[in-house]
């Protein structure tokens, strides 16, 4: 079989860490899609691993374009006017 890995890997439930490293703030409760944020924050922590970070910096922006916030320096995230207080 060919290498096995992510397929199925979505998280059941949703306080925890992704293989991105990064947990929705508790309490946040804006909607957003969680998959595709999930995606882009996985790809933006791979640009940074590589040090790429005009593409980072790159997909940060669409993350905010999409109402997300991310709080890079608590590994967290939220969605803009989400409920969560600072």
């Known amino acids: ?3 096995g890995g992510a397929a199925g ?3 059941a439930g949703g306080g925890g860490r992704q293989a991105h490293g990064y947990a929705r703030v ?3 409760s804006g909607s957003c899609d969680v998959a595709e944020v999930d995606r882009i924050l996985l790809e933006r922590v791979e640009a940074k691993r590589s040090r790429d ?3 980072a910096d790159r997909l ?3 993350l ?3 109402g ?3 709080l890079d320096r608590d590994r967290q ?3 803009i006017g989400g409920g969560a207080s600072r």
Request: no cysteine; glycine share 12%; proline share 4%.
């Open 26 to 28: 508790p309490g946040d």
């Open 64 to 66: 905010r374009s999409m």
């Open 9 to 11: 890997g979505e998280a």
């Open 53 to 55: 970070f005009e593409v």
């Open 1 to 3: 079989a060919a290498g």
């Open 77 to 79: 995230w939220r969605t």
């Open 68 to 70: 997300i916030e991310v």
């Open 60 to 62: 940060r922006e669409r």
